[in-house]
């Protein structure tokens, strides 16, 4: 069965700062990958995704992540962290399939430290 | 840009009460689900539903549970008789066409069962 890790529960940056989040995932292919981030009180937004070709790809507000299949992960980065992006952001995985249900990881809370 | 939208924004009920929860869901889109999310767990699937029909439910999603999209724009989850334990935050989502992967989620809809 598939699932999702994120290891950090809980991250702490100050702003202007890297980021890095976690995800690593159990498949039995290669599946679509998806980060979505939740700032209080709102739904999920799609920061980025993955379904094939270039490993490093680009999101919205200055995110990237990179697949890594030895490593079976998909970690999400940001060069400079601001102020905003406190919030709780979710890996997940789907199939390459009609349905495309998502698995979701636990998430990870970021908190920004002025 | 278009979004899902869901209504309401938060509903309390009393245990064994009838629920349903509105989701209006992108323009176009032939794809439809619901998540939920129930406080400080992982974001879980709970039905897709495509062409008129579930084309996949988890375990949660019993015969308590039911879907429907009763016209063009609206798409309900419908719980038969409230539990505690189904206090959650209820995400329903959206995706375009079958080459297109993404899901799009809406705000959700916070229920609270007394």
């Known amino acids: 069965a598939q699932s999702v890790t994120q290891p950090d529960i809980h991250i702490t940056v100050s702003e202007g700062a890297s980021l890095e989040l976690r995800c690593n995932y159990s498949?039995?292919?290669?599946?679509?990958l998806f980060w979505y981030v939740q700032s209080p009180g709102q739904g999920l937004q799609l920061l980025l995704k993955y379904f094939s070709g270039d490993t490093l790809v680009q999101g919205i507000k200055g995110f990237e992540a990179e697949f890594k299949r030895s490593q079976s992960s998909f970690n999400l980065r940001k060069p400079s962290v601001h102020w905003s992006d406190a919030a709780e952001y979710f890996c997940a995985v789907g199939p390459k399939a009609a349905g495309n249900k998502l698995t979701f990881g636990g998430g990870t809370r970021v908190l920004v430290k002025p | 840009e278009p979004e899902v939208t869901q209504t309401p924004s938060h509903q309390v009920t009393q245990m064994g009460q009838e629920v349903i929860l509105r989701c209006v869901p992108i323009s176009n889109h032939l794809y439809f689900y619901w998540y939920r999310q129930i406080l400080g767990q992982k974001v879980e699937f709970l039905v897709s539903?495509?062409?008129?029909?579930?084309?996949?439910k988890s375990e949660i999603f019993d015969d308590q549970f039911s879907v429907e999209r009763p016209d063009g724009s609206n798409f309900t989850l419908k719980i038969r008789s409230t539990k505690l334990e189904d206090s959650a935050m209820y995400f329903c989502?959206?995706?375009?066409?079958?080459?297109?992967?993404?899901?799009?989620f809406g705000p959700g809809t916070r229920l609270t069962v007394l």
């Open positions: 989502a959206s995706r375009g066409t079958p080459s297109t992967d993404t899901q799009y």
């Open positions: 539903f495509y062409n008129n029909e579930i084309s996949e």
């Open positions: 498949y039995g292919a290669t599946p679509y």
